[in-house]
Every structure is written in structure tokens, then in C-alpha cells.
């Protein structure tokens, strides 16, 4: 299984960027994605999930993010809209086999088995 994240760049205040986590190795759509995220000197944080329909978000980014999944294209989005500065941090997809997972741990990294590479994202003007 592997994840490819993209989509990362240099984007000012109140912009937009549309981050994609490209899923292969799967045999079907039957699984989960968490978007996470690590700004400098912080620990990585949970951003999003998205399993078979639930989707959550973290309380930081409610209402300004929005993660959606393309199961033609084994890709899971995560569409981030009136960013800010405090959303600079390398963000990273996480894939678990099945729909199984606790839903309250959805921010627990170990609940992942496997990583994409990470994608710069930094917000300034």
C-alpha cells in the first residue's frame, strides 16, 4: 500500500488549496483516510478523516476544511479554505484497512498502518 500526498505550496491568508492523498495497493474502496499535520516544533496533530461516509474534523480547522474522496480515482481531497497562518505545517495522509476503526480515535496516529510522504503547506503573505 502506498499514499501519495500533493498539492502543498506557498498560499497567503483568507486563500485556498486543495491537498489530494492518491491511495494504491488497496484491493477495494474499503478503507479509511486521516489527513494529519505537523507545523514546526509541534507534535502531529489529527486534521480530518473520512471513512465510509462519516466524515471529522478537527475543532481548528471545522467549517474552514473540508475532506472528500474520489473512489474512481483512489483519491481522498482535503480542501482548505480561508487558511491561515497557524495552518502552515506538513501535511500527511494515513490509510487503515476497513471501516473498523473506533470512531473517537480517529486522532491517534497508531490507529493508522500506513503513511504517505507529506506535503509542505505554508500560509503567508
Known amino acids: 500500500v502506498q499514499l501519495q500526498a500533493s498539492g502543498g505550496g506557498l498560499v497567503q491568508p483568507g486563500g485556498s488549496l486543495r491537498l489530494s492523498c492518491v491511495v494504491s495497493?488497496?484491493?477495494?474502496?474499503?478503507?479509511?483516510i486521516g489527513w494529519f499535520r505537523q507545523a514546526p516544533g509541534k507534535e502531529r496533530e489529527g486534521v480530518s478523516y473520512?471513512?465510509?461516509?462519516?466524515?471529522f474534523y478537527a475543532d481548528s480547522v471545522k467549517g474552514r476544511f473540508t475532506i472528500s474522496r474520489d473512489n474512481t480515482k483512489n483519491t481522498v481531497y482535503l480542501q482548505m479554505n480561508s487558511v491561515k497562518p497557524d495552518d502552515t505545517a506538513v501535511y500527511y495522509c494515513?490509510?487503515?484497512?476497513?471501516?473498523?476503526?473506533?470512531?473517537?480515535?480517529?486522532?491517534?496516529?497508531?490507529?493508522?498502518?500506513?503513511w504517505g510522504q507529506g506535503t509542505l503547506v505554508t500560509v503567508s503573505s
Open positions: 495497493g488497496f484491493t477495494s474502496d474499503s478503507y479509511t
Open positions: 494515513a490509510a487503515r484497512r476497513g471501516f473498523n476503526m473506533i470512531l473517537s480515535t480517529w486522532r491517534q496516529q497508531e490507529r493508522y498502518d500506513y
Open positions: 473520512i471513512g465510509d461516509s462519516r466524515k
